[in-house]
């Protein structure tokens, strides 16, 4: 074994910039960070994602995990950007017209593509951190799945044994059925409750609702569901907009993670979006992702011809957008889009002349 770092992490979390040559002295001196950047600290040997490490499993790694030393290791990821590899397994076409969700908790937004731009309020554009000769632009939402938990828990209406499965039940038979989403006409949701990562990139932005009653049945409990899950939809549709304007576009979404269970997320995703949405049901796309990496160590195989491969189409689920919310929708997201920026016009008004 070697002492090395890995491409993906140093290039999106480190400032490790290829073209460049490497570390980025100048950004580590002006972080602080500076005494970081000899070769004894940072390292010099990078490797892309999936390369195969030299000798292998070193003897004391082999000691530790209970494996044949020189066992073949390749290069890893974090654990966002191996779902994403895992996703694009279902493209192969089509990996730069493709938007992948690794959703959770918060929500990762992920794009390649061969071409690089600067998208404000994304981060990036990362060279090689996903596949070569490609850029990984990556945006994101701070809350998501945590949002959607905090939102319902803490209605009045809620209790312990409720599941996200009975409120969709409890919505209505069809997860497609028009009045089933026109009921929150008149509820919006901007569910950014722990800031906007993307494309805002501000950490001071707060959650937010119009349309509040003095009401706590179960109805309104599901209203205010719906509401919510629509804004996070509405989250993404901003983040694809901000993308557009610098020329990504995209033919279809291919998500994974907690809301990729959320049949009524998908249905909304897919109409606000208006792209195809498909949620692959073969377990945890991060652990597919890594044994992807493994793959392409001990075949000795470039990634991009693994993913060639494709895998079978057989085994997810695939939601159209429903053209008769379209028009609803963009109603909707002309709201999303309006209370967005009257945030931003509350905090000027407050923060003016007062301290």
Known sequence: GINAEYG????????????????????????????LAG??????????????IPGGLSDRAATELGLRPGTD???SMIDAHAGTLALLRYVPNAICETLCIISGTS???MALNSTKT???????????????????????QTAAGSALDHIVHSHPAYTADMTYS??????????????LHTRSR?????????????PLALSWFRGMVSGLALNSSQDDLLTLYLATVQGLALGVRLVIHKLKQHGLNFSNIVICGGLADNPLYLHVLATVARIPVTAPRDGNMMCAGAALLAQCAAEERPLSAILESGVSASNVSVYQPISELVGYYEQKYKV????????????????????
């Not at 009975?166 to 009045?179: E, M, V, W």
């Not at 889009?337 to 407050?350: A, F, L, N």
Request: proline share 5%; with cysteine; net charge negative.
């Open 8 to 35: 993906c992490s140093v290039t999106c979390k480190w400032g490790y910039v290829r073209e460049r040559g490497g570390w980025d002295v100048g950004f580590l001196n002006e972080v602080e960070l500076g005494d």
């Open 186 to 198: 008149d509820l919006h949701v901007v569910p950014d409750l722990h800031g906007n990562r993307s």
């Open 166 to 179: 009975q409120l969709n039940t409890d919505l209505g038979a069809s997860l497609a059925d028009l009045t």
């Open 107 to 109: 929500t990762c937004i």
């Open 73 to 75: 290791v390749g290069v």
């Open 118 to 140: 600067f998208v404000p309020g994304v981060w990036g554009p990362y060279q090689g951190a996903v596949l070569p000769d490609t850029w990984l632009f990556e945006g994101g």
């Open 39 to 52: 070769p004894e600290k940072l390292g010099t040997c990078v490797c892309s994602p999936g390369d195969k």
């Open 336 to 355: 999303y889009s309006c209370m967005v920026t009257d945030q931003i016009k509350y905090r000027e008004i407050m923060h003016e002349g007062f301290k």
